[in-house]
């Protein structure tokens, strides 16, 4: 084989996903938006016990190795996109001392400086690690993954097949991981799969869904046109142990999921800061409909509108109601957002108006323990409950993203990231607080009367 062919072959289509996050790229000669230093995902676990930096720093090699959507880059040329893999290199693993300041805070003080540093997507491996050291027997493990080659699943994936490299390294044996694929074989199997029936009824379900629809956008304190001087902060906030508790117990009995009861007052939210009924919002979901990709490390999250008409609701059961049904829906028609926007073109089109930004929400899903051991003579168990809010933190493309993990025993921990040079943070703080209040109401006393006229 030629060296130009074996080029070739190592040239894949891009997954829709990937051309989700090109349309937000408005200068390919620019590390900016979703190829900027910044656009990562950053998990931390807690490590108790004694760590071995060198079997650590080779197990993090062995997962560059496993993973192919950590050693790929994406030409992005309008006219010729596509992903490229690229031969295993060793991902940089840096060992600093956390300093005792006598703060409470201080773990998540070091996930910040952390989330606040840079990761290139241009050159691979998209994966980079920090081992912040708080005592002999304690220490703090981050990962830092870019999102054009991870997702927040994939986070989880990662530190499960780090732990155990690390300890088939540790007793000298293969590491007992499951097959996986590679997800170069993700973007293929969505194009297989767009010719399906299923497909096209989705598609169809789309089309009538959201005729004449454009997504809603919240009204922001400044407008701004995206640049390089965009910069992501991060709002942190916890919904108390009694709010969640029945945030849960409402959805029981209504036959609905935790996140359609927080969607219910999310709605109502958008309703009353925008003046309108027809309620088209986004949220992320995982995109990982497809149980071949399980164990696939890489970007599967899907970018799903949802079109709930609150004209004529009563009730703020009727709007939880109305939401549920538009949930189940836009589940069971999940496709590529790039899709969707085949049968509603006018559907983006917020995201090009000046003084709005499209706001999204999304509530974590927890498919696998995030616990377990590193070797025998360490614990590993990730930091989830984030209170601090930062300056600069992970990107966002465009917009502002409200991400809520729900835990029934410590409460929600939610946050909303946007772009300081359009929201000031009292206005991100009256937001949340407007939220707290509005699904507290609906959980407490789901019969409170709603007019069309306090929507508007």
């Known amino acids: 084989m030629s060296e130009v062919d074996e080029a070739a072959s190592r040239r894949y289509p891009l997954s829709h996903t990937q051309e989700f996050l090109c349309g937000f790229d408005d200068n390919v000669d620019a590390d900016e938006g979703p190829f900027g230093p910044r656009y990562h995902n950053v998990r931390g676990w807690?490590?108790?016990?004694?760590?071995?930096?060198?079997?650590?720093?080779?197990?993090?090699?062995?997962?560059?190795?496993r993973h192919e959507a950590l050693r790929t880059v994406i030409n992005r040329p309008s006219t010729d996109r596509y992903q490229e893999v690229r031969p295993p290199?060793?991902?940089?693993?840096?060992?600093?001392?956390?300093?005792?300041?006598?703060?409470?805070?201080?773990?998540?003080?070091?996930?910040?400086?952390?989330?606040?540093?840079?990761?290139?997507?241009?050159?691979?491996?998209l994966l980079r690690a920090v081992l912040g050291r708080l005592s002999d027997e304690e220490s703090l493990f981050v990962l830092v993954g870019h999102h054009i080659g991870t997702d927040g699943w994939s986070m989880r994936l990662l530190m499960r097949d780090i732990a155990e490299y690390y300890g088939a390294r540790a007793e000298g044996r293969e590491a007992r991981l499951p097959e996986v694929r590679q997800y170069r074989e993700f973007g293929v199997a969505q194009r297989e799969a767009s010719s399906s029936p299923a497909h096209e009824r989705a598609r169809a379900y789309w089309r009538d869904k959201l005729r004449d629809a454009r997504l809603l956008g919240l009204p922001a304190d400044a407008a701004v046109v995206p640049g390089p001087d965009k910069v992501?902060?991060?709002?942190?906030?916890?919904?108390?142990?009694?709010?969640?508790?029945?945030?849960?117990?409402?959805?029981?009995?209504?036959?609905?999921?935790?996140?359609?009861?927080l969607q219910t007052a999310y709605n109502v939210l958008v309703a009353r800061r925008t003046s309108a009924t027809d309620i088209v919002v986004p949220t992320i979901t995982s995109g990982r409909l497809d149980e071949r990709f399980e164990e696939t490390v890489g970007p599967f999250f899907n970018f799903l509108p949802l079109r709930t008409d609150l004209e004529g609701c009563v009730t703020l059961r009727d709007v939880l109601q109305r939401t549920r049904a538009t949930c189940i829906e836009a589940q069971v028609n999940d496709i590529p957002f790039a899709h969707l926007v085949g049968e509603a073109p006018e559907l983006p089109s917020t995201f090009a108006t000046p003084g709005v930004a499209v706001s999204a929400l999304q509530v974590f899903q927890h498919p696998f323990g995030a616990d377990g051991e590193l070797g025998a003579t360490a614990k590993y168990a990730e930091v989830r409950h984030r209170v601090l809010g930062q300056a600069i933190s992970s990107d966002i493309p465009n917009g502002m993203l409200w991400t809520l993990d729900v835990d029934a025993e410590h409460g929600i921990f939610g946050s909303v990231k946007y772009d300081r040079q359009e929201f000031r943070e009292d206005t991100v703080a009256g937001l949340v607080e407007e939220f707290r209040a509005i699904l507290s109401t609906v959980v407490t006393d789901a019969d409170t009367p709603l007019s069309v006229e306090e929507a508007r």
């Open 46 to 65: 807690r490590l108790l016990g004694s760590v071995d930096i060198d079997l650590l720093r080779a197990a993090l090699g062995d997962v560059v190795t």
């Open 89 to 125: 290199s060793p991902p940089g693993l840096e060992v600093v001392d956390v300093p005792e300041t006598g703060s409470e805070h201080r773990v998540e003080e070091f996930l910040g400086v952390v989330e606040a540093g840079t990761i290139s997507a241009v050159h691979p491996p």
């Open 232 to 261: 992501t902060s991060t709002f942190r906030f916890v919904l108390d142990p009694g709010l969640t508790d029945a945030t849960v117990r409402l959805a029981r009995s209504s036959r609905a999921s935790a996140f359609m009861v």
